[in-house]
């Protein structure tokens, strides 16, 4: 007489009705799992830049107005952290670059690759930042470095990172120095 668990341990054995589907699952659960979280990525990458691009807007435009604050890097690095809000780590991981440029040309001068912060690096040093005159039109670049949430899967791996693993983002704006 065989005990009852063992006689529908054999008949469960026995059935091959669902090994189709498991297959088909195995296979496919990769894919979607890469798809999602490659969608999460690229989801929080454009909130960052989206954010990003508002703040810069936004400090930028009170560099114009005129605040009565000394512009230094510091200060506005810290204006445009304030504004994003959502910004991991900001303050450490933003870097600007804000240089004057001819009105009269169409050439940058800021050069084809954004200034960005290294981890890897003891020091960062600020570099390019002019005030300008008045009336002088200035071009301002400010790049963001963080880590991917998903770092070894789909969009997180596949993204341009510096030698600390760092994605960077960057926008640019350009104003006029009111004229006094």
Not at 76 to 100: F, H, M, Q, T, V
Not at 117 to 122: A, D, F, G, P, T
């Amino acid at each position: 007489m065989q005990l009852p668990f063992v006689t529908k341990f054999r008949a469960f054995a026995a059935d091959n009705r669902g090994t189709v589907a498991v297959v088909d699952f195995a296979v496919m659960l990769p894919i979607f799992l890469t798809m999602f979280l490659s969608g999460v990525e690229m989801g929080m990458m454009t909130v960052r830049q989206t954010l990003m691009e508002s703040a810069l807007d936004r400090a930028v435009r009170d560099v114009r107005i005129g605040t009565g604050q000394e512009v230094t890097h510091d200060w506005l690095r810290k204006r445009i952290c304030d504004y994003a809000g959502l910004l991991p780590d900001c303050e450490s991981a933003l870097k600007l670059e804000l240089r004057s440029t001819d009105l009269r040309t169409t050439s940058s001068t800021l050069g084809d690759t954004p200034d960005c912060i290294n981890r890897n690096e003891e020091l960062n040093p600020v570099v390019a930042f002019n005030n300008g005159q008045r009336s002088e039109m200035m071009l301002m670049r400010a790049c963001f470095v963080f880590s991917p949430i998903f770092p070894n899967v789909g969009f997180g791996y596949n993204s341009d990172k510096n030698a600390a693993g760092d994605v960077a983002l960057y926008a640019t704006t350009a104003f006029v120095n009111e004229p006094g």
